[in-house]
């Protein structure tokens, strides 16, 4: 099942649609296998548990 083309595909869509990833190559190619994704909110999660640690 992880390896499902049409799962990945459709959780790499939500994940662009959320803005959660970015993907400035598919602006100019087609997605395909080497298509590179770039964690937009990795900064704001670890800002944010380090916030949600020091509240408890």
Same mark, same amino acid.
Do not use: W
């Given at each position: 099942? #992880?390896?499902?083309? *049409?799962? &990945? !595909? #459709?959780? +790499? %869509?939500? +994940?662009? !649609?959320?803005? !959660? &990833?970015?993907?400035?190559? +598919?602006?100019?190619? %087609?997605?395909?296998?080497?298509?590179? %994704? &770039?964690?937009?909110?990795?900064?704001?999660? *670890? #800002? #944010?548990? !380090?916030?949600?640690?020091?509240?408890?």
């Amino acid at each position: 099942m #992880a390896g499902d083309p *049409v799962l &990945v !595909r #459709a959780s +790499l %869509f939500n +994940l662009l !649609r959320e803005g !959660r &990833v970015s993907a400035p190559e +598919l602006h100019t190619q %087609f997605l395909s296998l080497r298509t590179k %994704f &770039v964690v937009v909110e990795a900064i704001s999660c *670890v #800002a #944010a548990m !380090r916030g949600y640690s020091q509240s408890m």
